[in-house]
């Protein structure tokens, strides 16, 4: 088995962090908070439906080269529990990207917002009603604190455990 991940993948695991973090911090900050009608929407509207669509895009490439590269063994705690909880966690982590960008194409969509933010169709008043709305919501606290578990996974292996788990998703021979 390889000691790291594909390089595709480890380009891909950067570059959608960085994206999806990106985006659960702008729609929180940027988007929910303000009035549909307000000016200063419409630039924040362009971009997250743009990157949230990029961001679909690369996801599906990332799990194509997921599923059709070697990976390294799965990484070990000492602990069975917690061995099988990070699994899991990235199991979740993919499957909630999915359900994020699903859930925002699916209540755009439903508002005919495309239309109201590319075209010059009307602006709908605000999304109430949408379950899909609602998803998008709740779906992205979940997946704020899955990332955050991972994120202290990862620190925790790399300053306390010092077993070098962090350099399986850098570049280098494999
Ligand atoms: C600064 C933030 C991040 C750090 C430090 C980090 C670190 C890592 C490391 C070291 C691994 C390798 C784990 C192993 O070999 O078992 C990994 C894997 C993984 N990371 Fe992250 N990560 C970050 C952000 C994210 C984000 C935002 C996501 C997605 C929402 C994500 C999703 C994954 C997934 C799914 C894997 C498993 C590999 C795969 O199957 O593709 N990571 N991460
Ligand atoms: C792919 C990853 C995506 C992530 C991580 C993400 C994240 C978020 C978050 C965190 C919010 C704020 C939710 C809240 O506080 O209730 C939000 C709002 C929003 N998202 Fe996304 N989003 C994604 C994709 C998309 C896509 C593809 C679209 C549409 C094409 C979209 C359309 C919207 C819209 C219109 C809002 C504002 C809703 C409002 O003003 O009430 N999102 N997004």
């Known amino acids: 088995m390889p000691a790291r991940y594909h390089p595709a993948l480890v380009v891909l695991h950067w570059a959608l962090a960085f994206c999806l973090i990106g985006l659960l911090f702008a729609g929180t900050v940027l988007l929910a908070p303000l009035a549909n009608d307000d000016p200063a929407k419409m630039l924040s509207f362009r971009l997250h439906m743009g990157l949230g669509l990029v961001t679909l895009f690369l996801m599906l490439l990332r799990l194509a080269v997921r599923l059709s590269t070697r990976v390294p063994p799965p990484a ?21 990207a999915f359900v994020m960008a699903g859930s925002g194409i699916t209540f755009a969509r439903a508002s005919g917002l495309p239309d109201a933010v590319f075209g010059s169709g009307p602006m709908p008043p605000d999304f109430a009603g949408h379950t899909a709305r609602q998803v998008h ?19 925790w292996h790399h300053f306390i455990r010092r077993d070098g788990l962090m350099a399986r998703m850098g570049f280098g021979r494999r």
């Open 76 to 96: 070990e705690t000492g602990n069975a529990v917690l061995d099988r909880l990070a699994r899991l966690n990235h199991a979740a982590l993919y499957l909630l």
């Open 137 to 155: 919501g709740l779906a992205s606290r979940l997946f704020m604190a899955l990332i955050a578990l991972h994120i202290v996974a990862a620190l």
